[in-house]
């Protein structure tokens, strides 16, 4: 049997093989949006889907770069196929058309990214789909949350931007039983800490805008599942358009030859700026999940092989100490997204959850003083002494 070469190796050469045509080493951009056919044959056959091959970049697999990409991450992912699209929210938005339909109902983690959550509570209900947000955190509510028409269980995990974590081997167990598909957003922790379809899930998707992309240069999500479910999205991707271009394509396949290195060393310094937030006087509360303090911490450790770079607290003073702080970074960025080379620190209760309605965010504790930092790949004694004189202003 030929040996599995290790993450790092595929994260470099997945998906990828010199042009065979002129024989380059990295994988070219294909700036086309149509593909020349030899013949009317030919072009009736792809169109029929009776000859793989390239037809129209809009249309599955758009180009041999979008290609390369979506091989090179569902062999990260450990799944049989790979879909790219324009941006996380294209991704989810084609998955959830495209496999359920007016009666169905969802099964939502009652804390996702603010657009997630506007998609699910405003959209999809217009199209008579019911959405249940649910604490999927804890079992026993998700077991509750089960119907008879429930097609889909979407969690995020770590949740963004409370940092919640659930049990992703239980719930898709559920969903199994109940004929439901387990979607987990990944975009936190990447397939490098964690692999949701080996814990069980159906489909993992990601934001490649955040760490995948990992340059903050670019908007992208992907999406990975078995072979027939991929064959079944297909045909809604190309209905729904939201492509990745082509230069984001082989950006994205550039900035995940460094995944492995990034993500360590995004991990390692999160883990020292979480320690030291913990320890200082000015911050009342952190979360993180590879500290003993947070609550799935236990659960976290089970599921991932790492706790990534993504950690949010509360500052003493509330509101308005936090705003100083965010106020007073001079190294690090205040700005949304996630996933970058440089630390960004942003307010999700004003700006990425601002859509989420005032009330549901306080029931779900993505409260007024929390504060969200996406630790970069910077040296951590500068990320933390930024960080230290800033809370001294608080
Ligand atoms: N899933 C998660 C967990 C996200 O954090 C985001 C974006 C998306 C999906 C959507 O991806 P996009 O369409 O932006 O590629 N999260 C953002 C955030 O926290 N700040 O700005 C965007």
């Known amino acids: 049997m030929e040996r599995e070469m290790k993450f790092g190796t595929r994260c470099v050469h997945s998906g990828e093989k010199p042009d065979p045509v002129y024989g380059a080493h990295t994988t070219p951009i294909f700036q086309t ?24 970049t809009r249309i599955p697999p758009n180009t041999p770069t979008h290609a390369a990409l979506a091989e090179k991450v569902a062999d990260l992912e450990g799944g049989e196929a790979g879909q790219t699209f324009a941006s996380g929210m294209a991704a989810i938005t084609a998955l959830v ?7 169905d109902h969802l099964i939502s983690t009652d804390v996702v990214y603010g657009c997630t959550y506007s998609l699910f509570l405003t959209v999809l209900p217009r199209l008579g789909i019911k959405v249940s947000f649910i604490d999927t955190s804890d ?5 509750a949350a089960f119907k008879e028409n429930t097609k889909m269980v979407f969690l995020e995990t770590p949740a963004n931007p409370t940092m919640t974590v659930c049990d992703i081997g239980e719930i898709a167990c559920m969903a199994r039983e109940h004929g439901a598909l387990c ?74 030859k460094t995944l492995h290195l990034r993500m360590e ?12 937030l913990e320890s200082h006087p ?8 590879g500290l003993p303090s947070h609550p799935q ?45 440089d630390t960004l620190i942003q307010h999700p209760a004003s700006m990425t959850h601002a859509c989420v309605p005032c009330e549901i965010r306080k029931s779900v504790c993505i409260t007024d003083e929390l504060v969200r930092i996406s630790v970069g790949i910077e040296e951590p004694e500068d990320i933390i002494a930024d960080l230290e004189q800033a809370l001294e202003k608080i």
């Open 183 to 256: 979607v987990v957003d990944n975009t936190f922790s990447t397939p490098y800490f964690q692999k949701p379809l080996e814990l069980g899930a159906d489909v993992s998707l990601s934001s490649c805008t955040k760490y995948i992309g990992g340059h903050a240069d670019l908007l992208g999500g992907v999406v990975v599942g078995s072979k027939d479910f991929m064959s079944c999205l297909a045909p809604v991707v190309g209905y729904t358009g939201g492509i990745m271009g082509p230069h984001e394509a082989w950006l994205c396949i550039r900035g995940l």
């Open 97 to 103: 058309l495209g496999h359920l339909k007016q009666g």
């Open 139 to 143: 079992l026993d509510k998700v077991r």
């Open 297 to 341: 911490h236990l659960i976290a450790k089970k599921q991932m092989s790492g706790y990534s770079g993504m950690i949010s607290f509360g500052v003493r003073g509330g509101l308005e100490a936090g705003r100083r702080l965010m106020d007073s970074v001079r190294l690090c960025s205040l700005a949304v997204s996630l996933g970058a080379t």
């Open 33 to 56: 949006s149509t593909f020349v056919f030899e013949n009317t044959e030919q072009g009736a056959a792809r169109f029929a889907g009776e000859e793989a091959g390239y037809v129209y």
């Open 282 to 289: 000015g911050v009342e509360w952190v979360r993180y999940p």
């Open 265 to 276: 060393k995004h991990a390692e310094n999160a883990l020292e700026v979480a320690e030291f």
